[in-house]
Nanobody, 122 residues
C-alpha cells in the first residue's frame, strides 16, 4: 500500500511563491508516475504537473512557466515549486501516484493524498 501526504500549502499574496511537498511511504517511488492535481471550489479536479513513468515532466499550459515539479528519491518526496502565484491558482492541491500508468487524467492515478489548501489573495 502506498501513502501520500501533502504539505506546504497556505495563504500567499499574488506574485508570491509556495513549495508543496508530497511524502511517499509504503513503496519506493522511483518508477512511479507522480502527479499534482488541483481542485477549485465548484470545479473538477484538474492536472497541474507530473513525472511520467519515463521520468519526463509534463505541465498544464497555464502553469508551465511558473511551476516546477521535482523529486528527491533519497527522501521519497515529490515537490511542486509554485512561483508567480495568481488568484486563479487557489485550490486544494493533491498528490497522486500510479505504479503502472502515466497520464493527465485523474482516473490514471490510483493513489491519492488528502490534499493541501493553497489560497492566493489579490
Amino acid at each position: 500500500q502506498v501513502q501520500l501526504v501533502e504539505s506546504g500549502g497556505g495563504l500567499v499574496q499574488a506574485g508570491g511563491s509556495l513549495r508543496l511537498s508530497c511524502a511517499v511511504s509504503g513503496r519506493t517511488f522511483s518508477s512511479y508516475a507522480m502527479g499534482w492535481f488541483r481542485q477549485a471550489p465548484g470545479k473538477e479536479r484538474e492536472f497541474v504537473a507530473a513525472y511520467f513513468r519515463n521520468q519526463n515532466k509534463y505541465y498544464e499550459d497555464s502553469v508551465k512557466d511558473r511551476f516546477t515539479i521535482s523529486r528527491d528519491s533519497a527522501k521519497n518526496t515529490v515537490y511542486l515549486q509554485m512561483n508567480s502565484l495568481k488568484p486563479e491558482d487557489t485550490a486544494v492541491y493533491y498528490c497522486a501516484a500510479n505504479a503502472y500508468r502515466s497520464g493527465y487524467r485523474t482516473d490514471e492515478y490510483n493513489y491519492w493524498g488528502q490534499g493541501t489548501q493553497v489560497t492566493v489573495s489579490s
